[in-house]
């Protein structure tokens, strides 16, 4: 079963031909698919299939500024352990956007316009949130967990 | 949309990980996920909520420097 419609795809391909004006790059961390089996922690993968078939589709909108790399962490030595883990950054810089799980339903959209925004660099915030951040001397890691709907 | 990716976007000293709760149990009860969304702060202070970007911030900000000052 396809995950993005037609028509989704069709609106996300507008939007990145809109939108988009830098490279980016996605990473995927991913372990061969078990379907919907439900398996102990660390083995085979539920969502892998379905976070490829995504990723696949959101490089598709815009084959010309969106690199798509896939690493199988069963095969490949990494240090990220959930699977699937996606990344986003822009090419040759290290990821801080990521999203651990299968971003369906309203963590699509937020993987869209992160998207757009790295690659615009327009974060679109205001003048005394950029202040605060400003402020800033040590890195700060922001974890949200989130469900799907 | 989300707040964590946007200032991630802005502060490179900002990293944003957004974790599928249902999909990763054992994350969520270590970081005592019962409602979402769920931000935790350098993996010590949390708040629940949905919140606008002023008070998203501030709450962000102090709860990195209690894990600076911790």
Not at chain 1, 84 to 93: N, S, Y
Not at chain 2, 11 to 25: G, K
Request: proline share 7%.
């Amino acid at each position: 079963m396809a995950i993005l419609t037609d028509q989704v795809k069709r609106q996300v391909h507008a939007r990145f031909a809109e939108q988009l004006s830098g490279p980016v790059q996605l990473t995927l961390y991913t372990r061969p698919g078990t379907g919907r089996l439900i398996l102990p922690t660390g083995l085979g993968c539920r969502t892998c299939d379905d976070a490829r078939q995504l990723v696949d589709d959101l490089q598709e909108a815009a084959p010309d500024l969106i690199s798509l790399e896939v690493i199988d962490v069963s095969v490949q030595e990494t240090d990220v352990r959930e699977v699937p883990t996606l990344t986003l950054a822009c090419p040759g810089e290290s990821p801080r956007i990521r999203w651990l799980g299968f971003p369906a339903g309203y963590e699509f959209a937020t993987v869209v316009d992160a998207v757009e925004r790295v690659s615009s660099g327009d974060h679109g915030l205001s003048a005394a949130t950029l202040e605060a951040l400003g402020t800033l001397t040590e890195p700060v890691d922001v974890m949200v967990f989130a469900t799907p709907t | 949309m989300s707040l964590a990716n946007r200032v991630s976007v802005a502060s490179p000293l900002i990293s944003a990980r957004t974790v599928e709760a249902n999909e990763f149990p054992e994350l969520s009860a270590r970081f005592g996920v019962q409602g979402v969304p769920r931000i935790v702060v350098n993996e010590r202070g949390a708040f629940v909520g949905a919140l606008p970007e002023p008070q998203f911030v501030d709450a962000v900000l102090q709860l990195a420097v209690v894990k600076s000052e911790a």
